[in-house]
Nanobody
Framework: QVTLVESGGGSVQAGGSLRLSCAAS????????MAWFRQAPGKERERVAR???????VYADFVEGRFTISQDSAKNTVYLEMNSLKPEDSAQYYC????????????????WGQGTQVTVSS
């Protein structure tokens, strides 16, 4: 089992940047897929980005080059660098982990962080 703790959310103006962090503890072997999801009020949880320990990265279509997912294996931490933020990016952002293979289905992920709020004002 993996325990995840997110940090780095906040409030920014449109066009601004934020970097989210997800620190993992517990079973942090290389067998995991790490993903970021987000959920806005009244909407379903949606995919944002995912990464494996071997560096396989996939982004949701809406990212359009604005976000970058990365990892520091020594720190067992995954990051989500978000640039050119838009008001529609406002949401609670969650980090999730599952044993390989990767997935985009939230229900496939047994481990979740508590979430961190991102608010983008126009």
């Amino acid at each position: 089992q993996v325990t995840l703790v997110e940090s780095g959310g906040g409030s920014v103006q449109a066009g601004g940047s934020l970097r989210l962090s997800c620190a993992a503890s517990g079973d942090t072997s290389s067998r995991y897929c790490m993903a970021w999801f987000r959920q806005a009020p009244g909407k379903e949880r949606e995919r944002v980005a995912r990464i494996t320990r071997t560096g396989n990265i996939v982004y949701a279509d809406f990212v359009e080059g604005r976000f970058t997912i990365s990892q520091d294996s020594a720190k067992n931490t995954v990051y989500l660098e978000m640039n050119s933020l838009k008001p529609e990016d406002s949401a609670q952002y969650y980090c999730a982990a599952r044993p390989l293979p990767c997935s985009w289905v939230p229900a496939d992920f047994p481990s979740w962080g508590q979430g961190t709020q991102v608010t983008v004002s126009s």
